[in-house]
């Protein structure tokens, strides 16, 4: 199974800067992304605390559908709980067409609690009525007559999608992070992971644990799960040598920090100790360094997980524009090659020139050969003609 890489856009916009200029950025960074031959592009939804301000992932990835070839657009995540589960199906399934099949529909329950205060939803629910929304979706994509559903907090009546799928079906990943219900909700339902925090700072090894919940929920409910269908999350800025990546990360990472620290759990760090912060982030959320510190964490991914469909790495906009999009140029030429099979196809050529290197001798003595035949050839053409 060759490794697939992509990009999430969360997004992290400095909310001092103007925002169309930041939607302009995030274009340009896909465009980037498209050319350089990313695989897959996830784009999330959030609706408060100024910095993720990319309310309808869909509508970006409309916008950019045009300007790209190739690259696989995913949304990073819908929070299902915010929606009406048909309208939103009908949406997306719209939008399947809209860029030609190159689409993975990401799921989840909603990450940032002032969202879900601000439409008057409880947390403790947010998890249930994922599982409530999902159910009812993928019985809608089913195709197999009317869909009825009455929970608390939605209906569906006689519902049929009047559209279906680009491809025929969606790809679904559901979110995982810090609890066991992303897992076992994509292991009932088959679908495929969108894992975020892979290197956490927690004792185990969560990435496997996530495996083993899946497929533990899947042979339940009588489904599979795939591990190609499986994207985890990294942070990564890399730049030619580590001194340069830290000196590029000074644009924002102290910013991206102290907003982190609002809205979730982190380890006790000091954001004024700069050096300080990398070298913890380096242990486990983060990669802030070279090229050869990106392959060694991707392995070590790798390893501990058992095998991923997708490596997805975190745009955390911790740099200005360019030294991003430089970096993503660097992850590209020097990193991913060592994990689609590149490297070992062009390095196994250059080991076998190596035989018929020793075979030059052979090679001189066979041009010997040519112009000593070719001079007895026109010796004897002379012989014959005196």
Known sequence: MSLRFG????????????PSTQFADDLL????????????????????????NIGSP??????????????????GVNSLPYHHPFILADRIVQLTHLVKGRFIWGV?????????????????EQRRMTDEALEAIMALLEYDGPVTRKTDWFEINDAQLHLRPYNGTIDIRVAAQMSPSGPRLAGKYGVGI???GVMGATEGNPIAETWAIAEESAVRYGKTVDRNRWSALHMMHIAETEKEARAQVRWGLQDWVRYMANILPLAATDPDDFDGLIDEM????????TPEMARERIETIQEKSGGLGSIIIGNTEIANPQHTRDSFELLAREVFPH???????????????????????????????AR???????????????
């Open 194 to 196: 969108f894992q975020f």
């Open 58 to 75: 869909e509508l970006l990835i409309a916008a950019a559908a045009g300007r790209t070839n190739q690259i696989t657009f995913g949304t």
């Open 29 to 52: 960074l896909i465009e980037h992304l498209d050319r350089l031959g990313y695989d897959e592009v996830f784009i999330g939804e959030h609706h408060s605390t100024g910095w993720q």
């Open 339 to 369: 994990f689609t099979g590149q490297v070992k196809a062009r390095t196994d050529a250059v080991a076998s020139m190596k035989q018929f290197g020793k075979s030059g001798e052979r090679l001189l003595a066979a041009h010997d050969k």
């Open 282 to 289: 380096n242990k486990t959320i983060f990669v802030i360094g």
């Open 7 to 18: 990009v999430q856009l969360f997004p992290y916009h400095k909310p001092w800067v103007d």
């Open 108 to 124: 989840g329950a909603g990450s940032l609690a002032q969202d879900a205060h601000i439409i008057g939803i409880d947390p403790l």
């Open 372 to 386: 000593a035949e070719y001079a007895a050839e026109k010796a004897a053409d002379a012989a014959a003609k005196s």
